[in-house]
């Protein structure tokens, strides 16, 4: 089992900057590929942002919308996994949701993790 807690989320304007933290604890946290996703009032939970565990050898994996100005990483010794969110736009609102997989390489679905934290609310004001 892998408990996931995030933080970090807030109200912020267009053009600003957010930083998400997301902690992990239980099974090693290392032998978990870790992403993002959010899901917006109304719609579906999408994907953001994926970072595989290091011995995988993939690389981090972001979705179209975010690409340039969203940058995961995670802190195996800390077993924590960041998301670093500049250049914020109205549409990034959402609640952001921190999650793991036991699949080693890039996770880009929700039906590939098998853990999830309870989410953080990132709100973008124009």
């Given at each position: ?20 933290s ?25 994907f ?79």
């Amino acid at each position: 089992q892998v408990q996931l807690v995030e933080s970090g989320g807030g109200l912020v304007q267009a053009g600003g900057s957010l930083r998400l933290s997301c902690a992990a604890s239980g099974q090693s946290f290392s032998m978990c590929s870790m992403g993002w996703f959010r899901q917006a009032p109304g719609k579906e939970r999408e994907f953001v942002a994926s970072a595989p565990t290091t011995w995988s050898g993939a690389s981090t994996y972001y979705a179209d919308s975010v690409k340039g100005r969203f940058t995961i990483s995670r802190d195996n010794a800390k077993g924590t996994v960041f998301l670093q969110m500049n250049s914020l736009k109205p549409e990034d609102t959402a609640v952001y949701y921190c999650a793991a997989s036991r699949i080693p390489g890039v996770i880009i679905t929700a039906r590939q993790c098998d853990y999830w934290g309870q989410g953080t609310q990132v709100t973008v004001s124009s």
